[in-house]
């Protein structure tokens, strides 16, 4: 039986706005290339005012109105005082963000579903303070910094990340408000942040210690395998079928063939384990099975189609292991 899916909702205001999200990017991307390092300037700057500034233009206009049906020179004298102020706010504004540099110092690795995070330095030159200054991922909410009393100073910003993988940060907002929020001076900048996601840890049971993929020098013997190992003398109880009857029949003393088979104690997460389940599950599973080995202080290796991880332990093993998970080729890859 088919099931008809309802047809899925389209939003007008959407469709209408991503083209000129488009011609927005584009645009911003020649006038404000992307650098690790960038320094505000009126080229990348722009002011516009607030929500706060229009209803201060309505103030203003509604003075103007009123001193002139009561021809009241104080009203006007007030209006005109306004305006003033209005006028020199967007300098004012400009100039708290204008020449402020910025400058990425790294990022954290995140796991999928998580925040990662980047850290970054904001810094001035000369002996102009400079107040109120945030950056953000919209809508996520930002970091604010003075610069006050201090040349330079680090921020966090944190990123939300839902797909595993290398993960190209949107473009940066830095804005200001500073001094009375009726402006707002703002800039949009690519500052080359790039953040590594691993797959998101979903449990799958505990750690597979089981028999070896292969064996090699950390095998452990085992007897009663199915290789060939010796003849040991006969004892009672032993099963006819281990006789060795050629050797009996040739003369010799009565014998018995001695099997064994070799183990690996080490850990192997091995992407064969989980047949049946997707590409994104089983490095789900893996990554969850690395956290617990690492946490029991188990030294485990990783085997996927192609690579190899042989097995140890600590932090920088455990960096290789799960960039290796992150950086597996999905589906369409």
Known sequence: MSVNQPPSRI????????????????????????????TLNHSRLFVLPT?????FLIVIALLWLLGTNYENNLVFALAFLLVSIFAVLPLHTFANLSGVRLRLLGTRAAFAGDFAEADINVSREG?????????SWPPEQ?????????????????????????????????????????????SRIDLDVEFLVYPRPISTGPLPFGEAIAE?????????????????PYQAGDSLRHVAWK???????LYSKDYERKTDTRLWLDWDLLKGRDVE????????????????GVAYGLCLPGISIEPSLG????????????LYPGRGQ
């Open 216 to 232: 090699g020098e950390f095998g452990e013997v085992q007897r009663g395998g199915d290789d060939y190992a010796a003849l040991k």
């Open 11 to 38: 939003n007008p205001i959407r469709m209408l706005a991503e083209p000129w999200r488009n011609l927005m990017e584009r645009w911003l991307s020649r006038r404000a290339p992307r650098a690790r390092t960038i």
């Open 315 to 326: 932090p920088e093993h455990q960096q290789q292991v799960l960039q290796a998970l992150a």
């Open 281 to 296: 599950m089983r490095l789900s599973n893996l990554c969850d099975w690395v956290l617990q080995a690492e946490k029991q």
């Open 247 to 253: 050797q009996y029949a040739a003369g010799r003393d």
């Open 142 to 186: 930002g970091s604010r910094v003075d610069l006050c009393g201090q040349k330079s100073a680090d921020v966090c910003i944190a990123l939300p990340v839902v797909k595993r993988g290398r993960v190209q940060a949107p473009r940066l907002r830095v804005e200001s408000r500073f001094p009375l929020g009726l402006f707002r001076c703002w």
């Open 51 to 55: 929500r706060a500034g229009l209803g």
């Open 127 to 135: 002996k102009r303070e400079r107040e109120w200054l945030e950056l």
